[in-house]
């Protein structure tokens, strides 16, 4: 049974990179029935803040994913050492006692006796314990990557790198591989920058005894002017809270990210998890870097709108008003759930984000409608005249009728004809009347939902517009 894992170090918010990582872990834990793990890795205690640690786990929970089994690494130091130490024990690690304001690398260290090593570390001279890379006889150090296919390094190109700081904690490379040993970790999939950090922990892996997990590295995520996408440069466009708060649904922003780097191979876009799951591959993975599409003006990808607005229009009207309620009651409306679950089918295929219904539906929520431009109200081919008469028909017309669907529409559509005038031409005043605007969900499940006190009220402060 595979085991991977997702290792975010809590120096930031959670990046749309990492969350894409994630997700691919996830998928391919799944895809086998495996476990997926979360690993927080945190031994860089100078950079760490607990505000980026909960952002990142607000980011992975909004995502709705889950995991399997959760460790710090700052909690597993042991384990870490007792690597160290074993690699130290036989010869292929050196203290290098260089003071950390010089260059951090002396090669001369490396030939440092052991006598003279352990009377410095027992004087409590402070050391880095560095990797002893083979120089006498380079070799090859190879493994097969699973997107990128074989890859190989001679260590005459590798530097001697460090195991553990001066301080005594352990580098990003040693807690890391110490970690993926002790926790049984079969597959680690990561971005393709951490490509050539790889044969470091292959040699790692190696004098420690184990055998390495297999790798999988991912094409990055690039701005369109070709740069790597960088929470400095790009901001909010990189975080995954940013499409929280505009709405996306949480299975289509994993369903963008997926297709980032990745196809199904069939031309398929808009997946469910399940179809995800039963799909993913490596082989699907392309090695080529991808874009994401915004510009200063739009900071989201149309193809993330796109794709959201698909599961929106998927979604059970029950599950969507629940996700929409929140934005409402956000913007201090009072709605419950029963008239949200007359609004929702109303606006369900007008939105492309959650938040949008704050704008397609804002005058279901609001007890005064903002203000209008009065010819709005007069309808295609009439005038001022035109439209009074068809409100001041139409609101007798609703005034004595039964606030349903079929009702309302043969009431307004009679009205017209007692005027003589188009069903459009009276329908255009009645909506923008009780709408505040033109472009509006369908007039009479619009009447309906508004209710008969409402929709008077407001024709009656439409046609005072029109006789001022």
């Not at 980011?59 to 889950?66: A, N, S």
């Not at 090593?117 to 027992?122: G, K, N, T």
């Amino acid at each position: 049974m595979p085991r991977v894992r997702f290792a975010p170090s809590p120096t930031g918010f959670l990046h749309i990179g990492s969350a894409r990582t994630f997700i691919f872990n996830w998928l391919y834990a799944r895809h086998n029935g495996g476990a997926m793990i979360l690993r927080i890795d945190d031994t860089d205690v100078e950079r760490n803040t607990q505000a980026s640690l909960d952002s990142i786990f607000e980011g992975l929970r909004w995502l709705d994913l889950g995991w399997d089994e959760q460790y710090r690494q700052s909690e597993r130091l042991a384990v870490h050492r007792e690597m160290a130490e074993a690699i130290f024990r036989k010869g292929m690690a050196y203290r290098d006692f260089t003071p950390a304001e010089d260059d951090l690398f002396n090669p001369g260290m490396r030939e440092l006796s052991a006598d003279e090593s352990d009377r410095r570390a027992a004087a409590g001279e402070p050391f880095v314990l560095r990797f002893r890379v083979p120089r006498e006889n380079a070799v090859s150090i190879c493994f097969r990557d699973g997107v990128y296919g074989e890859q190989t390094k001679s260590t005459a190109d590798i530097e001697d790198f460090a195991l553990l700081r001066s301080n005594g904690m352990p580098t990003y490379h040693l807690a890391s591989c110490a970690d993926d040993a002790d926790l049984r970790i079969s597959h680690i999939i990561r971005g393709q920058d951490h490509l050539t950090n790889t044969f470091k922990h292959v040699l790692i892996f190696e004098a420690a005894g184990v055998t390495p997990p297999q790798f999988a590295h991912l094409p990055l995520l690039i701005a369109p002017d070709g740069a790597k996408l960088s929470k400095r440069r790009h901001g909010p466009v990189v975080s995954v809270t940013t499409y929280r708060d505009y709405g996306f649904l949480p299975k289509a922003f994993a369903n963008f990210l997926c297709l980032l780097g990745w196809s199904p191979k069939d031309d398929r876009e808009r997946m469910t998890r399940q179809e995800l799951i039963d799909a993913f591959s490596f082989e699907g993975i392309n090695r080529s870097n991808a874009v994401i599409n915004f510009t200063e003006q739009d900071p989201i990808d149309p193809k993330a709108l796109w794709l959201n607005a698909e599961h929106i229009r998927a979604l059970p009207v029950a599950d969507l008003a629940e996700r929409l309620l929140p934005f409402v009651h956000a913007a201090g409306f009072k709605v419950d759930r029963g008239k949200m679950l007359q609004i929702t089918p109303l606006v369900q295929e007008r939105i492309q984000l959650l938040r949008d219904v704050l704008t397609v539906a804002d005058f279901f929520f609001a007890d005064q409608l903002p203000p209008y431009d009065t010819a709005e109200l007069v309808p295609q081919k009439g005038d001022a005249a035109m439209a009074l008469a068809a409100l001041q028909r139409g609101r007798q017309a609703l005034a004595g009728t039964e606030f349903t669907h079929d009702a309302l529409e043969s009431a307004l559509r009679s009205a017209a004809g007692d005027l003589g005038i188009k069903a459009g031409q009276m329908f255009q005043p009645i909506r923008v009347a009780v709408c505040g605007r033109k472009n509006a969900p369908p007039l009479f499940a619009t009447l309906e939902v508004l209710g008969l006190d409402t929709c008077l009220e407001r024709i009656d402060q439409a046609i005072q517009k029109l006789l001022q």
